[in-house]
């Protein structure tokens, strides 16, 4: 636990992964372009943390089903504790999010990609199984959200999610950009 910008946060190496959402106006930061405009029915988030997505989707939709997916229990439990993720309509699934695509059968109108291993975005998210996977359990007309670094290899990025998905909308904040990917 630590302070971002005022901000409660969850660090982990350093790195501010999730912070608190209270009722005034988020921070800096990408979180708020990773909320859709329309509410969904069915939500996904891959990299749960400390729910700060979750928080940000239900203060703008009200309780709404999401299935979360966090691969370290210390982590779980901080967002249940401290982050007040323990709500009836938020399902918490510990484990591999790489794994989880690829076996999944449900399929969702809103997944957010929010993953962050060993100080860095991993690779694997732009890995055409993944980006395919991705694809595979959005609805139609529903819209993934990839959050990852503005830096040189953002444009080789870009390109890697444009050869699957045939709709790509960036959105940017300081450092990070937002690929909001949609289905058709």
Not at 29 to 44: F, I, K, S, T
Not at 83 to 89: I, M, R, S
């Amino acid at each position: 636990m630590g302070e971002d910008e005022g901000q409660t946060a969850l660090l982990i190496d350093g790195v501010v992964q999730s912070v608190v959402v209270g009722d005034g106006p988020l921070g800096p930061g990408y979180w708020p372009l990773m909320v859709p405009d329309v509410r969904p029915r069915q939500a996904l988030i891959l990299g749960m943390g400390g729910g700060t997505i979750t928080h940000l989707l239900r203060r703008r939709f009200g309780k709404l089903p999401i299935l979360g997916v966090e691969r370290d229990p210390r982590v779980i439990q901080l967002a249940q504790r401290a982050f007040g993720l323990k709500l009836p309509d938020v399902e918490i699934l510990e484990g591999d999010a790489f794994a989880f695509v690829a076996t999944c059968k449900d399929c969702f109108d809103y997944i957010a990609v929010d993953l962050f291993a060993d100080g860095r975005v991993p690779g694997a998210i732009f890995a055409q199984p993944f980006l395919r996977g991705i694809r595979q359990l959005l609805t139609p007309g529903g819209a993934a959200y990839l959050n990852f670094f503005k830096d040189r290899g953002a444009p080789r990025r870009v390109e890697r999610l444009r050869q699957v998905f045939p709709r790509v909308e960036l959105l940017g904040s300081d450092r990070n950009l937002v690929a909001v990917c949609r289905r058709r």
